[in-house]
């Protein structure tokens, strides 16, 4: 073969085989915990438990910097308990190593199925603890 029979060839199948962009079977959002969500047209909005977030709850941050994790679960479980669709969890504090906290949350979370199984958004301005 040469540079010249390859090219033929794939000119010759570009004639006959165009490329296919495969159309999406689903223009909803879909976020997936344990169990999926699905935001449709009919669901106006997403209901976000907002109580995991330092800045969002006097308790929560509390309990964090107390080093009182598994207390902190409790806020979790009582969000999802009470209609949360997504999750977010927020550990930016000057005085929080945010990275570990988060670290150390997420994992307390994960095989906690009964929190779990909504989504998890986790909500940082500082791109490491993202990360």
Do not use: W
């Not at 570009?14 to 969500?37: D, F, H, V, W």
């Not at 958004?121 to 791109?127: L, N």
């Amino acid at each position: 073969t040469s540079p010249a029979h390859i090219k033929a060839l794939a000119d010759d199948l570009a004639a006959k085989y165009p490329p296919r962009i495969p159309q999406p079977k689903c223009t909803n959002m879909r976020l997936s915990g344990l169990e999926m969500y699905e935001k449709t047209e009919n669901i106006p909005f997403v209901n976000l438990g907002e109580r995991c977030n330092i800045a969002g709850s006097r308790r929560f941050k509390r309990l964090i910097m107390n080093k009182k994790y598994e207390d902190a679960l409790a806020v979790a479980l009582d969000q999802v308990e009470n209609g949360a669709q997504v999750l977010d969890i927020n550990m930016d504090d000057g005085l929080l190593d945010g990275v570990a906290a988060m670290q150390k949350f997420l994992k307390l979370i994960v095989p906690d199925p009964a929190i779990s199984k909504v989504p998890i958004m986790v909500d940082s301005s500082k791109f490491h603890i993202c990360e």
